[in-house]
């Protein structure tokens, strides 16, 4: 359960041989492929040069199949599961699959045929779009009193088609240089527009557009057809009719063609992995006979990959520890199968610097805790358990799928757990299903408190996991210190604290409670005197001049400067009281719909509203809280706990292998 270790790895090959030895390379899945002109930087005169290798035949065919995809998807949408929606599943295959379609599909005909129904789909969509606003404009001049030929041919008149906006029609009507100069009809009003014919002689033009301009009269220019509006209208739609009648037919040709999709998704997901190929024989540097390959392997793959080289004797391979001063090795983890599932989190915040550690092991607790916490209730816990076994069964193929609903089973064995110690049953559903009900029974053998009436002790439940967990992170950041070598960092920056802090609180217990030993209070005096003066001398020991060294010891102590602080603390631990709250909320909802739904019972038609009221109501409840809880407990994870010791932004381990997003490959060659 941790970082995999690794060893950076350069290879001598000749270069008759690199080609073969990539594809081995590839084949064996274990080697991160590094520029080498980045990593080893060798002077000009070693006469070394970077690779050059054409992808332009992988390029070629990705674009090619790219195309056919695209033609699939324009009549094509797959039916997709509430889990796909979120997060698409690669297409599973076997090795033995993708041997057939790289040996047996040629999908150029495929290409060529989907290449011309894409163009001419594409076409006549434009078509279509440009006769339906023409058509549309057409629609308005169809209203007009007079044929559109008609208001052209006018000779001492001119006719003028548009629309009015806002009070500018009312203005245009009572302006009393109207009647004098223009005649009009309205043909429409829309809203606030009023679209109207405008009719004047030509020897008051000039005046009468004067007139409009002022009123904001906005002119749409008619047409010129040679015929009726109504004939051009009908031939638009005959053409409308036509071109949709041909993308109809191309949808029937496609359908066919797709029963090649799978095939074509295989044949992508090939030439993407040849592509990947062809990009790390470009990142080898090479001489006139010789290449040189550098990279990252996994000390745990060693065994395999001598294996393989000694297929290449000519091949020699130099195998180094990571430099902390020089190197960014990648990062590949390797977990137990209990914390595997809180991998998902560590991904969302980014994978954890190669020479710290991986915190996925120590946080799983933390965050199922939360989880709980928010989410805390029987019947929902053992809804959430029966709905992640379920998915978790039905995705197991596909790891990050599954991984993410165990880690929802879990949380709901403790969601059960923790509604069992807070009497909580789909809120109080055990007080509405009559005296003596079976979990009105099983709540009264439990012994549990009721948060509701003992919302305080709550609070101080919620604030002492918070004070947990921030003491949890500082022994971390200590362990983290520990494992880089530097045990003084460790206890300057976290054991100091893990004494101030404890005995800032224990000071100030006896304002909140005031039956707190005296003892203790003198031990809170002790620790605090001791944690803050060392942090007072050791906080600033990598400033220069004593005064600033004594005035960054002195500040780090409020929490500007330094390693963490007083009001850091303060502000950490509040942010846990958001469990209760989020606690408390779930509770409540779920009350409130027991509730509405017991104002109905008394007939057989209540009972049956009860029941739905119920189902509805608790189901919206099951969502809404789930996503809270999760959303939540990931932030108390990522800001409350995270901040203390986690160094995040590490590259992925990406070895050379058939690595595509969309097609998975179940066997791997060895």
Same mark, same amino acid.
């Given at each position: 359960?941790?970082?995999?270790?690794?060893?950076?790895?350069?290879?001598? &090959?000749?270069?008759?041989?690199?080609?073969?030895?990539?594809?081995?390379?590839?084949?064996?899945?274990?080697?991160?492929?590094?520029?080498?002109?980045?990593?080893?930087?060798?002077?000009?005169?070693?006469?070394?040069?970077?690779?050059? @290798?054409?992808?332009?035949?992988?390029?070629?065919?990705?674009?090619?199949?790219?195309?056919?995809?695209?033609?699939?998807?324009?009549?094509?949408?797959?039916?997709?599961?509430?889990?796909?929606?979120?997060?698409?599943?690669?297409? #599973?295959?076997?090795?033995?699959?993708?041997?057939?379609?790289?040996?047996?599909?040629?999908?150029?005909?495929?290409?060529?045929?989907?290449?011309?129904?894409?163009?001419?789909?594409?076409?006549?969509?434009?078509?279509?779009?440009?006769?339906?606003?023409?058509?549309?404009?057409?629609?308005?001049?169809?209203?007009?009193?007079?044929?559109?030929?008609?208001?052209?041919?006018?000779?001492?008149?001119?006719? &003028?088609?548009?629309?009015?906006?806002? #009070?500018?029609?009312?203005?245009?009507?009572?302006?009393?240089?109207?009647?004098?100069?223009?005649?009009?009809? &309205?043909?429409?009003?829309?809203?606030?527009?009023?679209?109207?014919?405008?009719?004047?002689?030509?020897?008051?033009?000039?005046?009468?557009?004067?007139?409009?301009?002022? $009123?904001?009269?906005?002119?749409?220019?008619?047409?010129?057809?040679?015929?009726?509006?109504?004939?051009?209208? $009908?031939?638009?739609?005959?053409?409308? #009719?036509?071109?949709?009648?041909?993308?109809?037919?191309?949808?029937?040709?496609?359908?066919?063609?797709?029963?090649?999709?799978?095939?074509?998704?295989?044949?992508?997901?090939?030439?993407?992995?040849?592509?990947?190929?062809?990009?790390?024989?470009?990142?080898?540097?090479?001489?006139?006979?010789?290449?040189?390959?550098?990279?990252?392997?996994?000390?745990?793959?060693?065994?395999?990959?001598?294996?393989?080289?000694?297929?290449?004797?000519?091949?020699?391979?130099?195998?180094?520890?990571?430099?902390?001063?020089?190197?960014?090795?990648?990062?590949?983890?390797?977990?137990?199968?209990?914390?595997?599932?809180?991998?998902?989190?560590?991904?969302?915040?980014?994978? *954890?610097?190669?020479?710290?550690?991986?915190?996925?092991?120590?946080?799983?607790?933390?965050?199922?805790?939360?989880?709980?916490?928010?989410?805390?209730?029987?019947?929902?816990?053992?809804?959430?358990?029966?709905?992640?076994?379920?998915?978790?069964?039905?995705?197991?193929? $596909?790891?990050?799928?599954?991984?993410?609903?165990?880690?929802?089973?879990?949380?709901?064995?403790?969601?059960?757990?923790?509604?069992?110690?807070?009497?909580?049953?789909?809120?109080?559903?055990?007080?509405?299903?009559?005296?003596?009900?079976?979990?009105?029974?099983?709540?009264?053998?439990? *012994?549990?408190?009721?948060?509701?009436?003992?919302?305080?002790?709550?609070?101080?439940?919620?604030?002492?996991?918070?004070?947990?967990?921030?003491?949890?992170?500082?022994?971390?950041?200590?362990?983290?210190?520990?494992?880089?070598?530097?045990?003084?960092?460790?206890?300057?920056?976290?054991?100091?604290?893990?004494?101030?802090?404890?005995?800032?609180?224990?000071?100030?217990?006896?304002?909140?409670?005031?039956?707190?030993?005296?003892?203790?209070?003198?031990?809170?005096?002790?620790?605090?005197?001791?944690?803050?003066?060392?942090?007072?001398?050791?906080?600033?020991?990598?400033?220069?001049?004593?005064?600033?060294?004594?005035?960054?010891?002195?500040?780090?102590?409020?929490?500007?400067?330094?390693?963490?602080?007083?009001?850091?603390?303060?502000?950490?631990?509040?942010?846990?009281?958001?469990?209760?709250?989020?606690?408390?909320?779930?509770?409540? &909802?779920?009350?409130?719909?027991?509730?509405?739904?017991?104002?109905?019972?008394?007939?057989?038609?209540?009972?049956?509203?009860? @029941?739905?009221?119920?189902?509805?109501?608790?189901?919206?409840?099951?969502?809404?809280?789930?996503?809270?809880?999760?959303?939540?407990?990931?932030?108390?994870?990522?800001?409350?706990?995270?901040?203390?010791?986690?160094?995040?932004?590490?590259?992925?381990?990406?070895?050379?292998?058939?690595?595509?997003?969309?097609?998975?490959?179940?066997?791997?060659?060895?």
């Amino acid at each position: 359960m941790a970082i995999d270790r690794v060893k950076k790895a350069t290879l001598l &090959v000749p270069r008759k041989e690199t080609h073969r030895l990539i594809n081995r390379l590839h084949g064996l899945s274990a080697v991160h492929v590094e520029d080498a002109a980045k990593v080893l930087n060798p002077p000009e005169e070693a006469n070394l040069a970077k690779g050059v @290798v054409s992808s332009e035949d992988a390029d070629l065919n990705i674009k090619k199949l790219d195309i056919i995809q695209q033609t699939f998807g324009l009549f094509i949408k797959p039916k997709k599961g509430f889990v796909e929606g979120f997060a698409a599943l690669p297409l #599973q295959i076997t090795e033995q699959e993708l041997r057939e379609v790289v040996s047996n599909f040629d999908f150029d005909p495929l290409y060529q045929e989907c290449a011309g129904i894409h163009e001419h789909y594409r076409v006549f969509d434009s078509q279509i779009e440009q006769a339906e606003t023409e058509k549309l404009t057409l629609l308005e001049f169809a209203r007009m009193p007079f044929s559109i030929k008609m208001a052209l041919e006018l000779r001492k008149t001119t006719a &003028v088609f548009g629309s009015f906006r806002g #009070q500018a029609w009312t203005q245009f009507a009572a302006d009393s240089e109207t009647d004098a100069l223009i005649a009009w009809e &309205v043909i429409q009003r829309r809203g606030k527009e009023v679209r109207a014919i405008i009719v004047f002689l030509n020897t008051d033009a000039d005046a009468a557009r004067a007139l409009l301009r002022r $009123h904001g009269f906005s002119e749409t220019a008619l047409p010129r057809l040679p015929g009726e509006v109504e004939d051009r209208i $009908h031939e638009l739609d005959e053409d409308i #009719q036509e071109r949709r009648e041909q993308q109809q037919a191309f949808r029937l040709r496609v359908l066919e063609l797709a029963n090649d999709s799978r095939r074509v998704e295989i044949a992508a997901g090939h030439w993407l992995s040849e592509k990947s190929k062809a990009d790390a024989c470009s990142n080898l540097l090479n001489s006139r006979r010789m290449s040189i390959l550098t990279g990252w392997v996994r000390v745990a793959d060693l065994p395999r990959i001598n294996g393989a080289l000694k297929e290449f004797p000519e091949v020699s391979a130099i195998y180094e520890d990571p430099d902390p001063e020089k190197d960014t090795p990648p990062v590949s983890l390797s977990l137990g199968r209990f914390s595997r599932p809180a991998q998902i989190l560590v991904g969302m915040f980014g994978l *954890p610097d190669y020479y710290s550690f991986d915190p996925t092991p120590w946080l799983i607790f933390s965050f199922l805790l939360f989880f709980s916490f928010c989410f805390g209730d029987v019947l929902y816990g053992l809804g959430l358990v029966v709905f992640s076994f379920v998915m978790a069964r039905k995705y197991r193929t $596909h790891a990050g799928h599954a991984r993410f609903f165990k880690l929802f089973l879990y949380g709901g064995i403790g969601t059960m757990i923790f509604g069992a110690l807070t009497g909580a049953w789909a809120g109080n559903l055990y007080a509405f299903l009559g005296k003596g009900n079976l979990l009105a029974r099983i709540n009264d053998s439990i *012994p549990h408190i009721e948060p509701l009436e003992k919302p305080m002790l709550m609070l101080l439940v919620a604030l002492g996991i918070g004070v947990v967990n921030q003491f949890y992170g500082i022994t971390l950041l200590m362990y983290k210190m520990v494992r880089k070598g530097k045990p003084l960092d460790a206890l300057f920056d976290g054991g100091l604290w893990l004494l101030f802090l404890p005995g800032v609180m224990l000071l100030l217990a006896p304002m909140f409670m005031p039956d707190v030993p005296g003892g203790l209070a003198t031990a809170g005096k002790m620790l605090a005197g001791v944690g803050g003066l060392g942090l007072v001398l050791t906080q600033g020991r990598n400033e220069k001049g004593i005064l600033a060294k004594a005035i960054t010891g002195v500040v780090s102590l409020y929490g500007v400067l330094g390693t963490y602080g007083v009001t850091s603390f303060v502000g950490d631990v509040l942010s846990y009281s958001r469990l209760l709250a989020l606690g408390f909320t779930t509770s409540i &909802v779920a009350m409130a719909f027991n509730m509405i739904g017991s104002m109905f019972v008394g007939t057989a038609i209540g009972a049956v509203i009860f @029941v739905v009221v119920l189902i509805f109501g608790h189901t919206f409840n099951f969502g809404v809280s789930i996503l809270s809880a999760f959303v939540h407990s990931a932030r108390l994870i990522f800001l409350e706990f995270f901040n203390r010791f986690y160094e995040g932004g590490a590259r992925a381990f990406t070895p050379l292998s058939f690595n595509s997003d969309r097609v998975e490959l179940l066997e791997k060659p060895l």
